[in-house]
């Protein structure tokens, strides 16, 4: 059983930065790749990036690519999301995830509970 905690989410101008963080819960953190997909409203959750459990393979929405970078610290349990040059179409809330190293939703199988990121224009 994994329990993942996000933070770090908040207020931000477009062009501006923001870095979210999730921390997990139990020893079998590094067993799992990590994801972060978000959910704007009246859309559906998608995905954002993902990393492999060692750290050695990422992957990107090519809505984010050059902009998000993910990172994971496995002595720390903690997976990074750096976003830089913020667009408001970024605004939606942020979900971390634990699974299968996918950028399918229903890859992962522990979930956190979200942080709202917003950029205003």
């Known amino acids: 059983q994994v329990q993942l905690v996000a933070s770090g989410g908040g207020l931000v101008q477009a062009g501006g930065s923001l870095s979210v963080s999730c921390v997990a819960s139990?020893?079998?953190?590094?067993?799992?790749?990590m994801g972060w997909f978000r959910q704007a409203p009246g859309k559906e959750r998608e995905f954002v990036a993902r990393?492999?459990?060692?750290?050695?393979?990422?992957d990107y929405a090519d809505s984010v690519k050059g902009r998000f970078t993910i990172a994971r610290n496995n002595a720390k349990n903690t997976v990074y999301l750096q976003m830089n040059s913020l667009k408001p179409e970024d605004t939606a809330v942020y979900y971390c995830?634990?699974?299968?190293?996918?950028?399918?939703?229903?890859?992962?199988?522990?979930w956190g509970q979200g942080t709202q990121v917003t950029v205003s224009s």
């Open positions: 990393i492999s459990w060692g750290g050695g393979s990422t």
């Open positions: 139990g020893r079998t953190f590094s067993s799992y790749a």
């Open positions: 995830a634990a699974g299968s190293y996918s950028n399918m939703p229903h890859e992962y199988h522990y």
